[in-house]
Nanobody, 127 residues
């Protein structure tokens, strides 16, 4: 079993930045593809970004391209998401998720692909 714990959320003004972290334990981190999703009140959980087990490939939803950067440090069992130029519409609970790279781990943009989820961290962007 993989446990995921997110941190780094908070309240920030529009145009500001935050860096989210997701620490993993209970498995071999480098065996997992990782994703970030978000859920705003009254909306479905949506894909934000994903990164493959080696970090060689990254994927983003269109609304965050050029503003958010996903990365990972396999030595620290942690995936990050640097969020710049934040907008009020980025306000949501952000979740990280993991799926074994040895399983059916595609598409990385879908919630049903992932086996493990963190509890989430709140990001609030004020206008």
């Amino acid at each position: 079993q993989v446990q995921l714990v997110e941190s780094g959320g908070g309240l920030v003004q529009a145009g500001g930045s935050l860096r989210l972290s997701c620490a993993a334990s209970g498995g071999t981190f480098s065996d997992y593809n990782m994703g970030w999703f978000r859920q705003a009140p009254g909306k479905e959980r949506e894909f934000v970004a994903a990164i493959t087990w080696s970090g060689a490939e990254t994927y983003y939803t269109n609304s965050v391209k050029g503003r958010f950067t996903i990365s990972r440090d396999n030595a620290k069992n942690t995936v990050y998401m640097q969020m710049n130029s934040l907008k009020p519409e980025d306000t949501a609970v952000y979740y990280c998720a993991a799926v074994s790279a040895y399983s059916s781990s595609w598409p990385l943009s879908r919630t049903y692909t992932y086996n493990y989820w963190g509890q989430g961290t709140q990001v609030t962007v004020s206008s």
